[in-house]
């Protein structure tokens, strides 16, 4: 970090920490907004940390792109503001969490959206898939918000600092789209017999995804163990998955969604339910992981031309702050 | 203009006094909702994170200043859905400046297009402010207040995008396009009603006055960055014979549209017709009781 | 020159604004810093940044978060039986903030 760079801030550094910290002092010490840039992190952690955080981030980018054609498809005047008030809250988001990513290093916030349009980039599963109509927009903006909700919730106890600032944030205006998109479940779930049918239709459609949102069981994840370890994730997808089927398949049926028969779901005695791994199409998944589902790599391509058509700009800004603050690092003085 | 005496409320104006108003409300309605609409269409697709921010939060603005003006229409006895969703295309009235789709990347045309709508819309809202119809005063200030960001926002990209050639020669392809529309926002609904919307002092000043103070305004400026405005002998003041521009064939404030709006007619309303509605559903309260 | 001095009381938490030195350069500024505002209170870190780089923009200029009616970004404006306890806490976030907001928005007028 810039600010307590110099020879004065390096030795202070060495004093207290010694060089690069070592990976079972991270583990030792990983408790919640325990580290930031300036601990000098070692390799491993920053480019787990960055792997997390820019899926994460690109994430926000990929669902404001699914939903941004029902900005223009809402049907009344209000819910439109909202639709857009969302997508800008989740750019938000993006920009938030890319700058918590770029504090690691490893890549900066260009590279990463650049990946993001090569499909090199990941994101979530859900956002894979394109949506088609209205009565989709729930299963986005009600099921899987919620879902992202209670995992982001975990995350202001991350050990990368940035990153649990960032999550301050996301937290605090995540309430709106949760509700937001549970009133347009309720409206459509209260509506004609058409729209309850098209709503229900959807729901089938989404459930299993919905449900894979959470990804595989823990003993599948690659990426799990070290990541909990270090402080950076807090709880398991297990775990996780479990919460998300207590909270929602209630609320599925108190508005009159009936629960497809696959997956199965079991619910056990304490009254928390159980999903049946098996019932779900994993290939699915895992080809989509690799971004090689293709109708999400049409979504990718799609923003992939949009951020391309629009480099002039990015260009000519570039030109005029080299103008103003030449090609140096830091800001020089204005005048 | 003298102080025109005060209209009454909603249901004790007389036929043409309603006329006059409804024909502006539209105007004023329509032009909001659908270049908001296109603005959206920058929403996940602006340069950088932080300008699709802004333009989102400003496609917000003018979409909310819509709001306002729909819901005075209300007053009439329409709802919204005889106002957006059941209108039909071919009924509305907002100037084709608005409706014009954005090519991709094109960002020299958003940044000319809401400088020129803002600077219009800034005129245009000052002449509102001492409106006789107390309903439509009342809500002006606040609306006054958001497009003073909006003025600001679409000025700095207009002076940074054209510092260098390849950007300024954008901006100014989009200048030559879209000027012959942006001077739509004066064209007359009706020559007769708008005669009658300045008599009854709902708006304090009329088209052609605004028109020239507008380019008073907007061409010195783009001059000022390099740009170039076909046919622009600056008036004398607010002598109008001076300003001898072409207008485009459709002038939208008569209902005559280009065919992109057709096109963006059928989107928006897709929704609402494929589930049937009837209605619009409203969340937040009534303009009347904030 | 003058810099402005953002204090952290412990780790995890924001740098908040708590004061500035005059120094010649950035490593003056910490030197400086470091006594002045970390002597007593507690502190964890301080950044220091050159005044004249901080632009501003105040309630005297603008109406953070707009003028006319934006209920549509608040939670509390879609009206549910309480969520999940992450929806419930957001919410009162939100509550709470806009409340705040509008106070400084309409207080100006």
């Known amino acids: 970090m810039q600010s307590i760079g110099g020879p004065i801030g390096k030795w202070l550094l060495t004093i207290v920490y010694g060089r690069e910290m070592d990976i079972e002092t991270v583990k030792e010490r990983a408790g919640p907004r325990e580290f930031s840039a300036k601990d000098d992190m070692p390799e491993e952690y920053r480019k787990a940390a960055t792997r997390m955080i820019q899926f994460h981030a690109n994430s926000e980018i990929m669902g404001a792109y699914l939903e941004r054609p029902f900005i223009r498809q809402a049907p009344s005047l209000e819910r439109k503001l909202a639709f857009s008030a969302k997508t800008q809250d989740e750019l938000g988001h993006g920009q938030l969490l890319y700058r918590a990513a770029e504090s690691l290093g490893i890549k900066t916030r260009d590279e990463m959206l650049d990946e993001l349009a090569n499909g090199e980039g990941k994101f979530l599963n859900c956002f894979h898939y394109p949506m088609e109509s209205w009565v989709e927009t729930p299963m986005i903006a009600f099921f899987v918000d919620g879902a992202a909700m209670r995992r982001q919730a975990t995350l202001k106890n991350t050990s990368w600092e940035p990153y649990a600032h960032a999550m301050d944030k996301v937290c605090f205006e995540e309430g709106f789209h949760v509700k937001h998109g549970e009133a347009i479940l309720h409206e459509l779930m209260t509506g004609s ?11 089938e459609k989404w459930w299993p995804r919905i449900i894979q949102f959470f990804g595989p069981t823990d003993k599948q994840s690659t990426h799990h163990g070290f990541a909990s370890e270090v402080g950076l994730k807090q709880m398991s997808n297990d775990e996780l998955r479990r919460a998300f089927l207590n909270s929602y398949v209630p609320k599925a049926e108190k508005y009159g969604l009936e629960i497809p028969d696959t997956p199965r779901i079991t619910k056990n005695d304490d009254g928390t339910y159980e999903v049946n791994e098996d019932d779900l199409d994993w290939d699915e998944f895992f080809q989509i992981a690799k971004n090689e589902y293709e109708p999400g790599v049409g979504q990718i391509d ?17 030109k005029h702050e080299q103008g103003i603050y030449g090609g140096g690092e830091s800001p020089q003085a204005a005048d | 203009m003298a102080a025109a005496k005060q209209l009454p409320g909603p249901q004790d104006l007389s036929d043409d006094e309603r006329e006059a108003l409804e024909a502006l409300l539209f105007s004023l309605a329509d032009d909001e909702f659908v270049i908001a609409e296109r603005y959206t269409e920058w929403q996940v697709r602006a340069p950088t994170i932080e300008s699709d921010i802004s333009v ?6 003018e979409l909310g200043h819509a709001r306002l003006y ?3 229409l209300e007053d009439f006895g329409y709802e919204e859905p005889d106002l957006i969703w059941e209108r039909d295309a071919s009924e509305w009235r907002h100037s084709t400046l608005c409706e014009l789709p954005f090519d991709e990347g094109d960002w020299a045309d958003y940044v000319v297009r809401s400088f020129l709508f803002d600077e219009a819309e800034y005129i245009r809202l000052q002449a509102l402010e001492g409106s006789s119809y107390p309903r439509l005063a009342d809500r002006i200030e606040k609306i006054l207040a ?16 054209c510092e260098d050639d390849e950007s300024r020669a954008r901006m100014q392809d989009a200048v030559d396009r879209l000027m012959p529309h942006a001077l739509t926002l004066f064209a007359p609904t009706d020559e007769d009603i708008e005669a009658r919307i300045d008599d009854l002092g709902i708006r304090t000043e009329n088209l052609l006055t605004m028109r020239e103070e507008w380019l008073d305004e907007v061409v010195p400026r783009l001059e000022s960055v390099g740009l170039h405005v076909e046919e622009a002998q600056l008036p004398e003041q607010y002598d109008v014979h001076h300003a001898d521009f072409d207008l485009p064939d459709e002038l939208g404030r008569d209902q005559s549209h280009t065919d992109a709006w057709f096109d963006l007619y059928d989107e928006f309303t897709k929704s609402y017709r494929e589930l049937g509605r009837h209605e619009a559903a409203k969340i937040m309260k009534d303009p009347d009781d904030e | 020159m003058i810099w402005e001095v953002f204090r952290q009381k412990k780790a995890g938490d924001y740098h908040t604004h708590c004061g500035n030195v005059h120094a010649p350069d950035r490593d003056m500024a910490l030197l400086f810093a470091e006594v002045q505002h970390g002597r007593r209170m507690p502190t964890n870190s301080l950044w220091v940044v050159p005044k004249d780089e901080i632009g501003e923009v105040d309630t005297e200029d603008v109406a953070f978060g707009g003028t006319t009616d934006k209920s549509y970004r608040w939670a509390m404006t879609y009206n549910f039986e309480a969520a ?10 939100q509550s709470e903030a806009e409340q705040q907001r509008r106070s400084v928005v309409e207080g100006d007028d």
């Open chain 2, 146 to 161: 958001e497009e003073t960001y909006h003025r600001e926002h679409a000025r700095s990209w207009l002076e940074r995008l």
């Open chain 3, 84 to 93: 999940a306890e992450e929806v419930a806490a957001s919410e009162s976030e």
């Open chain 2, 56 to 61: 989102a939060n400003i496609a917000q603005d």
């Open chain 2, 70 to 72: 729909y819901d005075l």
């Open chain 1, 193 to 203: 017999k058409k729209e309850q049918e098209m709503t229900q239709e959807a729901f």
């Open chain 1, 302 to 318: 799609g923003r992939k031309k949009a951020q391309e058509a629009v480099a002039w700009v990015r260009e000519s800004m570039d």
